[in-house]
């Protein structure tokens, strides 16, 4: 299943105490980025666009425990840059997992047969492996040849070491129903990671690349020829149902940027780690002085052709807590 038992227990009473405060805005999952250095130049991220005075800041583990301890979530990504460039990475994920966090590290998988001795499998704790198309369409995107196949190679050492794996993969306007199917068909069926994440690029204001991102009908276009009742309940793709009918263009949502906030070397970054409005140095500030109404796809034009799931995860989710119908929907697609 996409999201183990006891997770979803977990993370289902964090929100359903949430809702029963009122809390207005707090975090599903927060993004944390210990360092903006990375070990690949992939022309659809901006991060490393960063001046070099920027990419040589790391975040300790004590910056990172703070931040989540500051705002309460249940759930981290680490993402970066690449992570396992940082030092202390390693302790950085025992100390979340040991306050029971659960914690997707995203990795490009350059290092991670390297690295992996250094990690302890444990409920609490993925692999996030970025996995932008097969071999080809994969070097491509990352601009440089082999690395889908290190990637491959990792995540099958990790599985073998009892690791949960999950994959995460972009789309762009290069790509057709069919090179989504047969990502997806690989990871699922001749990997058999635990759980797929997909998204639709977005335009980084800084990445190299700037014509090769996906408009919104093109969005929905491409994952409705794609996706298929048959495909989607054969994959286990690590979303809402309501966030799948998103991207088909089913439904429809309000951005909520509040629902996975940013944190960084930087601070904790307005409104989302997509786009950079300044930061703020407390949690507590984020929240209370950013105008997230400001933000979404109709109010700024930055946020026209974004369908990301930083943005719309938490609303198909808040959606879906709403509906007793769409609550079973989600309970039994996650089983």
């Given at each position: 299943m996409?999201?183990?038992?006891?997770?979803?227990i977990?993370?289902?009473s964090?929100?359903?105490?949430?809702?029963?405060?009122?809390?207005?805005r707090?975090?599903f999952?927060?993004?944390?980025?210990?360092?903006?250095a990375?070990?690949?130049?992939c022309?659809?991220?901006?991060?490393?666009?960063?001046?070099?005075?920027?990419?040589?800041?790391?975040?300790?583990?004590?910056?990172v425990?703070?931040?989540?301890e500051?705002?309460?979530?249940?759930?981290?990504?680490?993402?970066?840059?690449?992570p396992?460039?940082?030092?202390?990475?390693a302790?950085?994920?025992?100390?979340l997992i040991?306050?029971k966090v659960?914690?997707?590290?995203c990795?490009?998988?350059?290092?991670?047969?390297?690295r992996?001795?250094r990690f302890?499998?444990?409920?609490?704790?993925?692999w996030v492996?970025?996995v932008?198309?097969?071999?080809?369409?994969?070097?491509a995107?990352?601009?440089?040849?082999?690395?889908?196949?290190e990637a491959v190679a990792?995540?099958?050492l990790?599985?073998?070491?009892?690791?949960r794996v999950?994959?995460?993969s972009?789309?762009?306007?290069?790509d057709?129903?069919?090179?989504?199917?047969?990502v997806l068909?690989?990871?699922n069926?001749?990997?058999g990671v635990?759980?797929?994440?997909?998204s639709?690029?977005?335009?980084?204001e800084?990445a190299?690349?700037?014509?090769?991102?996906l408009?919104?009908?093109?969005?929905q276009?491409?994952?409705?020829?794609?996706f298929?009742q048959?495909?989607?309940?054969?994959?286990?793709l690590?979303?809402s149902?309501l966030?799948?009918?998103?991207?088909?263009?089913?439904s429809?949502?309000?951005?909520t940027?509040?629902?996975?906030?940013?944190y960084s070397v930087l601070?904790w970054?307005r409104?989302?780690?997509?786009?950079?409005?300044g930061?703020a140095?407390?949690?507590?500030e984020?929240i209370?002085?950013?105008?997230?109404?400001?933000?979404?796809?109709?109010?700024?034009?930055r946020?026209?052709n974004?369908?990301?799931?930083?943005?719309?995860?938490p609303?198909?989710?808040?959606?879906?807590?709403?509906?007793?119908?769409?609550?079973?929907?989600?309970l039994?697609?996650?089983?």
């Amino acid at each position: 299943m996409p999201i183990p038992l006891r997770q979803n227990i977990r993370v289902g009473s964090y929100f359903l105490k949430k809702k029963l405060q009122r809390d207005p805005r707090f975090p599903f999952i927060v993004e944390i980025e210990p360092l903006f250095a990375c070990n690949l130049s992939c022309p659809g991220c901006g991060k490393i666009q960063h001046p070099t005075d920027i990419l040589r800041k790391r975040l300790s583990v004590e910056d990172v425990v703070n931040a989540v301890e500051e705002c309460g979530t249940p759930m981290v990504s680490i993402a970066g840059g690449e992570p396992l460039l940082h030092p202390d990475i390693a302790a950085m994920v025992e100390e979340l997992i040991r306050r029971k966090v659960y914690v997707y590290l995203c990795t490009n998988a350059v290092l991670l047969q390297r690295r992996i001795d250094r990690f302890t499998p444990s409920h609490f704790f993925s692999w996030v492996v970025h996995v932008d198309g097969l071999r080809e369409r994969h070097d491509a995107a990352v601009d440089r040849e082999g690395v889908f196949d290190e990637a491959v190679a990792a995540i099958r050492l990790a599985k073998q070491k009892g690791f949960r794996v999950t994959t995460n993969s972009t789309f762009f306007n290069t790509d057709s129903p069919k090179t989504v199917r047969d990502v997806l068909d690989f990871l699922n069926d001749d990997l058999g990671v635990d759980a797929m994440m997909i998204s639709p690029a977005y335009a980084y204001e800084k990445a190299p690349d700037q014509e090769h991102f996906l408009g919104v009908e093109q969005t929905q276009k491409l994952f409705a020829d794609a996706f298929g009742q048959k495909h989607r309940k054969k994959w286990r793709l690590n979303h809402s149902p309501l966030f799948l009918d998103f991207l088909e263009g089913k439904s429809d949502f309000q951005c909520t940027a509040w629902g996975v906030p940013s944190y960084s070397v930087l601070g904790w970054q307005r409104p989302c780690y997509l786009m950079a409005d300044g930061y703020a140095s407390t949690y507590k500030e984020l929240i209370e002085t950013t105008d997230w109404d400001a933000y979404g796809r109709g109010k700024d034009e930055r946020c026209s052709n974004c369908m990301a799931h930083c943005g719309y995860e938490p609303s198909a989710v808040i959606a879906t807590m709403g509906s007793l119908r769409q609550s079973l929907r989600a309970l039994v697609s996650t089983h």
